[in-house]
């Protein structure tokens, strides 16, 4: 089973600039995650899909970020204009379904897209 | 508030010894805990699930609701088992995330 796949794996860019990455969950998977890692810190949600709805974008700054996931399978995330403070790892995950409990459930990490702004 | 804390930043042990990587949460429902894993160079995988009491490549975690701990223990540490490790909360819809611990295993 392919796992899922995210690209740029890595992006330099100066501030003010815009940048994209885009994340193919795996086949299958109803719910598409993106998550934002800091160096020094764990992952934290920016942005929960379920098909192509949004269930939860409630830590997203949409001043600057955006995502979108078209037709309910792949999934793009924007930031525009990039701060310094963006810099981080971004990282796609699957599942599924939606977080209920249960084994069935496991979410599922691609190898992140690292973004470094300066 | 939801939160989940990881004390050690670090836990260097030699191989053969005893391993604990502490874990405590806060949350007001009925929660959810997980371990994460990520090896050099790899991506995070799902270690363990306290729902599911089992034991994975030797480590178990029991969830102690009167202390709000989920520590992770594995009795004889490998060389192996060197890696970041994450305690998460399922809040619901997302899982949050501890700052991870580093465990390194020397010989």
């Known amino acids: 089973e392919a796992g899922v796949a995210q690209s740029p794996r890595y992006k330099i860019i100066e501030k003010r600039q815009s940048v994209a990455f885009w994340c193919n969950p795996i086949?299958?998977?109803?719910?598409l995650y993106w998550y934002q890692q800091i160096l020094g810190q764990g992952p934290k949600l920016l942005i929960q899909?379920?098909?192509?709805?949004?269930?939860?974008d409630s830590q997203l700054p949409k001043d600057r970020f955006s995502a979108e996931r078209l037709k309910g399978v792949d999934s793009t995330l924007k930031i525009q204009p990039a701060k310094l403070e963006d810099s981080a790892v971004y990282l796609c995950?699957?599942?599924?379904?939606?977080?209920?409990?249960?084994?069935?459930?496991?979410?599922?990490f691609g190898e992140g897209s690292w973004l470094t702004v300066v | 508030a939801q939160r989940v804390t990881q004390p050690e930043k670090l836990l260097s042990v030699f191989k053969g010894a005893p391993v604990e990587l502490k874990c405590n949460y806060s949350?007001?429902?009925?929660?959810?805990l997980f371990w994460y894993v990520q090896y050099s160079r790899q991506r995070l995988q799902l270690l363990l699930r306290?729902?599911s009491r089992e034991s994975i490549k030797g480590f178990t975690a029991d969830l102690n609701k009167g202390e709000t701990s989920f520590h992770l223990k594995k009795p004889f540490a490998q060389e192996e088992d060197s890696a970041m490790y994450y305690c998460?909360?399922?809040?619901?819809?997302?899982?949050?995330f501890g700052k991870g611990t580093t465990l390194s295993v020397s010989s």
């Open positions: 995950a699957s599942s599924l379904r939606d977080r209920r409990r249960g084994p069935g459930n496991t979410i599922y």
């Open positions: 086949s299958g998977h109803a719910t």
């Open positions: 899909f379920q098909n192509n709805g949004v269930v939860d």
């Open positions: 949350y007001s429902g009925s929660p959810e």
């Open positions: 306290h729902i």
């Open positions: 998460a909360l399922s809040a619901g819809t997302a899982l949050i």
